[in-house]
């Protein structure tokens, strides 16, 4: 943290330490990295107000319920000054009185996009928005979020590790290590088709190198089996053929091979985590918890296991206890679920009892009871039948108006309708040739009108700012792509809110005024292109407003 007020300013590492931490010869690194980071900040704030003072480094130690202060000084650490709880009043006194230091200016030139924050949750990690807690508030070591990639538009789930939070006893190369095991198993099986994609690899954040880490894997908007279970259009022969390839990928990531020498235990199969993509294939979500066995890892001392599809072991011992054979538990536990009370899945049911024998050692692999579900199950013949359109997710690929795309993100989601983010395929081969949204309509009365809209809009001359609609289908239905419209990259309005100081630095105007001005004409401007045709937009707000290098962009039109 870094405290500013009327009397100066201090660089606050927290640590969730109590005093014991100051006899450990450990820690001196910790106090030499506030230490080089009090000293990078103290330019910063320097160059925007020369007449601050010293800037110090100070460590609050969170679980020191106790003073630190003897004899009228407080604790030091190679001159790092060193506060328990009870000492927050002394941490903060020598700033809270003066009249030198304009405290919001330089909050605003040291991290003009972190000032408004008052929530627990950041608003930003690193370059991610739109952050939503994944791990328990507890978890101060790893953080898993769903995050947005302004950049991109893209969706991810943001792996968070803080080393600040580990145990003083460790020394912090061996906390890094334990920290990195879990991106190693992501790593180590990314060429599995039943894994979210990697798109960030393990990488310090930026301004915390030593301290901090992150890396994110692909969002997964494949339909959870908690959701599609409960469908009725989730046939007998789709249900029994997802359990056998599910089965088989569960195989297939325990197996070892050249590659990966050691199985994987995932730890956290259940209905939510166990996806199926629209192909009919399973993808394993939540990796926050996976480990290669006999291997530390952040979770494995987590002991309070009260998942009903937690294998018996583990709810008795807690992840610690987890081996593959857990894994092979719950995933029965999950497929026998979507197959209870299906007529004609009994033999099914059967086979997968092997798996939920009590006592792990008598229970049967992954492998083999999918091979005792194929012995007899006869999977469908029948012709293929068209993937509806809420099923669509990441890779599924489809033709429309003669040209094949590829999902690369829902964009967003409802009742009456899905907005993707699409990737137009060369002919000739699977490269990419372009970034397009698709719209797709679900309600017939809706869709038709909706339709017919986008097609009278694309008449429209282009203009800079509004999202233009390529191409339109020639009818409706609900399984097929409605409007091709223009992919337009940037941030909502609503992200840069209370920042917009900020946003007329980096575009160049001499202040927010001026900067609001020229967007208004913008938009004024992009409007009346709209107005002149006829058309009313219909939602004109921050979330349908897109900033990107200070230019704004109306969006859907």
């Not at 086979?351 to 049967?364: K, Q, S, T």
Request: hydrophobic share 45%.
């Amino acid at each position: 943290m870094v405290i500013l007020g009327p009397g100066g300013a201090a660089v606050v590492e927290v640590k969730h330490w109590d005093a014991t931490a100051l006899r450990h010869r450990d820690v001196e690194h910790h106090a030499e990295l506030i230490t080089a980071k009090a000293k990078r900040i103290a330019g910063r704030l320097k160059a925007a107000d020369p007449s601050l003072g010293f800037i110090p480094g100070c460590f609050l130690f969170t679980r020191e319920v106790g003073s630190l202060r003897r004899n009228g000084r407080q604790a030091e650490l190679l001159g790092v000054r060193v506060y328990g709880t009870r000492d927050a009043d002394e941490l903060v006194k020598d700033l809270a009185y003066g009249n030198g230091t304009a405290a919001e200016r330089l909050a605003r030139s040291l991290a003009p996009r972190q000032v408004d924050v008052a929530s627990s949750v950041p608003r930003r990690i690193a370059r991610f928005d739109e952050l939503k807690p994944l791990s328990s508030p507890d978890d101060r070591f790893a953080r898993v979020f769903a995050a947005r990639d302004p950049a991109s538009g893209d969706r991810v789930t943001l792996h968070v590790y803080d080393l600040s939070a580990a145990s003083p006893l460790e020394k912090v190369d061996v906390t890094e290590r334990r920290a990195k095991r879990e991106f190693e198993v992501v790593r180590r099986f990314q060429k599995s088709p039943h894994l979210p994609g990697l798109v960030d690899s393990w990488q310090p954040l930026p301004n915390h190198d030593g301290e901090m880490f992150f890396f994110t894997l692909a969002e997964c908007v494949s339909i959870p089996v908690a959701d599609l279970g409960s469908d009725a259009g989730w046939g007998i022969g789709d249900r029994l053929a997802f359990a056998v390839k599910a089965l088989q990928a569960l195989a297939d990531l325990q197996a070892p091979n050249e590659e990966n020498t050691e199985p994987l235990v995932h730890r956290n199969l259940n209905p939510k985590n166990i996806r199926v993509k629209a192909s009919g294939a399973p993808l394993f979500a939540g990796w926050q918890w996976a480990r290669i066995p006999d291997q530390l890892t952040i979770a494995s001392g987590i002991r309070d296991v009260a998942d009903a599809y937690a294998a018996p072991e583990v709810r008795a011992g807690g992840l610690a206890a987890a081996t593959p054979a857990s894994d092979v538990w719950s995933l029965c536990a999950v497929l026998s679920e979507i197959l209870d009370g299906v007529e004609g899945a009994e033999e099914a049911r059967s086979a997968l009892a092997g798996g939920l024998e009590a006592d792990p050692v008598r229970r049967a692999t992954a492998a083999m009871i999918a091979a005792d579900f194929e012995a007899w199950i006869t999977l469908s013949e029948e012709a293929a039948v068209p993937i509806p359109a809420a099923r669509w997710d990441e890779g599924h690929e489809f033709e429309w108006n003669g040209k094949r795309y590829r999902i690369v993100a829902a964009l967003g989601q409802g009742g009456v309708g899905r907005t993707f983010k699409l990737e137009e395929l060369d002919g000739n081969s699977p490269d990419p040739i372009g970034a397009f949204v698709g719209k797709i309509a679900f309600n017939p009365e809706f869709g038709a009108r909706a339709l017919l809209a986008y097609k009278k809009v694309r008449s429209l001359a282009h203009h800079d700012g509004l999202s233009g609609v390529l191409e339109t289908s020639a009818n409706w239905s609900a399984d097929t792509l409605m409007a091709l419209m223009r992919w337009t990259r940037g941030e909502p309005l609503d992200a840069w809110r209370g920042e917009l100081e900020f946003l007329a630095e980096i575009a160049g105007e001499k202040d927010a005024e001026t900067l609001v001005l020229r967007w208004f004409a913008d938009l004024c401007a992009a409007l009346d292109a709209f107005h002149s045709q006829g058309w009313v937009h219909g939602d004109v707000s921050p979330a349908n407003i897109l900033v990107d290098d200070g230019r704004v962009c109306l969006i859907d039109t």
